[in-house]
């Protein structure tokens, strides 16, 4: 009995190209390229990629792009000058002139959500064609303002822009900020310890692990022409600290951190079947998204468990579930993996054993292939199409991290045609908003038990930052006065966890760590 091949409407979105570009200062061939370049490079490799790219470049309905780093907040100033209409100024280069540009918030879930969003629309019957596209070039900046040099990379393009804004809302809450966790680096470690608290681990222990954990990635960078650090380490060689190798912020050493510093483009073109048919795209470069999902989490000293990130479990569920797959069923991942508790806890979450031989990364993961900015996962997205299109038939998800472990998009791939299916987070996101979030510790507090802690060693001097519960049980920041550098070095040396801390406030009413009294042994 033999199987009919599903009916795909002409007004399936599948991706038609993939584009990556990127240039590295050691490399012969650098030309400082600026964002726009890189971008536009990427954006001429996935219509290259697709066919027919001189045809492509017009059909263009609408192009989104990603915000790089450098103009992510209200107050950034890109040192040398900016397009006031990126996506424009990318579709001047290629021979686009969409009906819509894009831009958007910032997060690195941005690709994917922006994907999942213009493959409805497409599917709506909204538009044919959509390019989206994004770049960072912070390596570049650094060296050439290193050097003293400058460059003029301010464009203005006329146009419309959808620019919507920064997306800044509701990822931390001022306490956590007035007391020095307000930068990625500083929450994942407290997010780290937390983890290793509720495994029981010794710093030893877990440091061991994210070393396992990030040692296959860094044989998958390797292999990548586009990565930024090509080099395979062992676990050992990630877990231990040395000059190379210094400790960022704990339980962090500087190789299990997102490298920022890369110059690196990526571009995904996404068109209906009647589209893609029409302009001639053959069927063996197309890759349907047969399922996907979006949520958010709240604060992170809103969250119960510190440790967890149950918005992403579900959005990886729902995601499996729109595609009809299991977990079993998927053959290539990329997990973000900005830290290691980003992959973790979603590998986790998904049932995924840690020597299970399938990978975690297909590009070779953000602190080894580079972290883009909030374009690391279009790189993932077109690395994965490339994956699939070499394995017809299977199945690939890719799982993109915003914020503070805060945002999670979640694409489901393959070369298999599938019907498609329109899907909608709405319901998780209510169920999340709906979660009891713990009391947070009033004013007559002086003292608590220790959840989680972080020592950031890059500070100066050196600041130590803990998360707890008092004797309410409510949840309370403090940490170490800035004239008080032996407290700091006390969390560096002892492990803290369960330990009694004791505070004052100063004048700025911040809890200030005055005493700490550590579990005995």
């Known amino acids: ?31 400082a390229l ?7 490079r990427a954006s001429q490799v996935a219509l290259d990629d697709a066919g027919a790219s001189a045809l492509l470049g017009p059909q263009i309905d609408i192009i989104g ?10 107050n950034a100033v890109a040192p040398f000058g900016k397009s006031d209409n990126f996506p424009r100024s990318v579709a001047r280069r290629i021979g686009a002139d969409p009906r819509r540009a894009i831009l958007e918030p910032i997060g690195g879930q941005g690709p994917q959500h922006l994907l999942s969003e213009l493959a409805h629309d497409i599917a709506r019957g909204e ?42 809302d509701g990822l931390l809450t001022a306490d956590l900020a007035a007391h020095g966790a307000r930068a990625p680096v500083q929450l994942y470690a407290l997010f780290e310890t937390a983890r290793r608290a509720r495994l029981k681990l010794d710093r030893a222990a877990y440091t061991e692990e994210m070393g396992r954990l990030f040692a296959p990635f860094t044989e998958v960078a390797a292999a990548n022409p586009h990565a930024m650090a090509p080099t395979a380490y062992d676990a050992e060689a990630l877990a231990t600290v040395t000059p190379s190798n210094r400790l960022i912020c704990e339980p962090h050493p500087r190789r299990m951190v997102a490298r920022d510093q890369a110059n690196q483009a990526a571009a995904v073109l996404i068109a209906s079947v ?3 048919r029409e302009m001639g795209v053959p069927e063996s470069k197309w890759v349907y998204l047969h399922g996907g999902a979006d949520t958010k989490e709240r604060t992170p000293i809103e969250r119960q468990d510190i440790s967890a990130y149950p918005a992403a479990a579900l959005a990886s569920r729902r995601a499996l579930e729109v595609a009809g797959r299991t977990v079993a069923e998927i053959n290539l991942f990329d997990l973000y993996s900005c830290f290691p508790i980003a992959v973790f806890d979603v590998r986790d979450d998904l049932g995924i054993a840690a020597d299970d031989p399938r990978p975690l990364t297909v590009t070779g993961g953000l602190p080894f292939f580079g972290g883009a900015g909030n374009n690391y996962s279009m790189h993932a997205i077109a690395s994965m199409v490339q994956a699939l299109r070499e394995r017809p038939g299977a199945y690939g998800f890719v799982g993109a991290n915003g914020g503070f472990l805060s945002k999670y998009s979640v694409g489901v791939y393959s070369t298999t045609p599938k019907p498609w299916t329109p899907f909608d987070s709405a319901d998780l996101q209510a169920e999340i908003d709906g979660w009891a979030a713990p009391a947070l510790s009033g004013d007559d507090a002086v003292e ?28 309370f ?21 369960g330990a009694r801390v004791v505070w004052s406030r100063d004048d700025r009413d911040r809890r200030i760590i005055s005493e700490l009294h550590p579990q005995t042994p």
């Not at 600026?34 to 536009?40: I, M, R």
């Not at 803990?466 to 949840?475: E, L, N, T």
């Open 1 to 31: 009995m033999s199987t009919s091949a599903p009916v795909i409407d002409d007004r399936t979105p599948v991706i038609i190209g993939v584009g990556e570009t990127s240039e590295r200062i050691d490399q012969p061939d650098y030309a």
């Open 34 to 40: 600026s964002p726009v370049e890189l971008a536009s």
């Open 65 to 74: 792009a990603i915000r790089q780093f450098e103009v992510s907040g209200a």
């Open 127 to 168: 538009a044919d064609m959509a390019l989206i596209c994004g770049s960072e070039a912070i390596s570049t900046i650094r060296h050439l303002m290193g050097q003293g040099e400058t460059r003029d990379w301010a464009e203005t393009v006329e146009g419309s822009l959808e620019d919507r804004g920064y997306g800044l």
């Open 274 to 276: 009647g589209k893609a």
């Open 448 to 475: 608590g038990i220790v959840e989680t802690y972080t020592v950031d060693h890059e500070r100066k001097p050196m600041t130590g930052v803990v998360i707890g519960r008092d004797a309410a049980g409510a949840r």
């Open 477 to 497: 920041v403090a940490t170490t006065s800035p004239d008080d550098p032996a407290m700091a070095q006390t969390m560096a040396e002892v492990d803290i966890l």
